[in-house]
């Protein structure tokens, strides 16, 4: 609806592989994958040249503070469930220079 072409992976291994081919304009990850974590995911793509500089964001109910998200890069915004949803993907594009 709001004019994004959407791609679906379910594996995180896959994902990688996939934006090492297509060049996504962004990653959208859930923290709970199977295998490796969110946190994993987006610090994997921060770390390979060919990837860190395709935007990441984790979709969560955690605050960044949490336990489970020691070593997301500080620059991956969080998406929470709840309330909050919405602005926070809306500022997750902003930040991203998708709006």
């Keep these: 609806a709001c004019g994004y072409r959407v791609s679906n992976v379910e594996d995180p291994i896959q994902a990688l592989e996939y934006a090492v081919r297509t060049k996504p304009d962004m990653v959208m990850a859930s923290g709970l994958l199977p295998g490796l974590t969110g946190v994993d995911l987006a610090c ?21 503070e949490h336990k489970s998200l020691e070593g997301l890069p ?13 602005e926070d993907l809306a500022d997750a594009l902003f930040e991203s220079g998708l709006t």
């Design 74 to 86: 500080a620059d991956v915004p969080i998406v929470k469930k709840g309330g909050s949803f919405s």
């Design 44 to 64: 994997a793509f921060h770390a390979m040249p060919v990837t860190k500089g395709i935007p990441v964001v984790l979709f969560t109910s955690y605050d960044r």
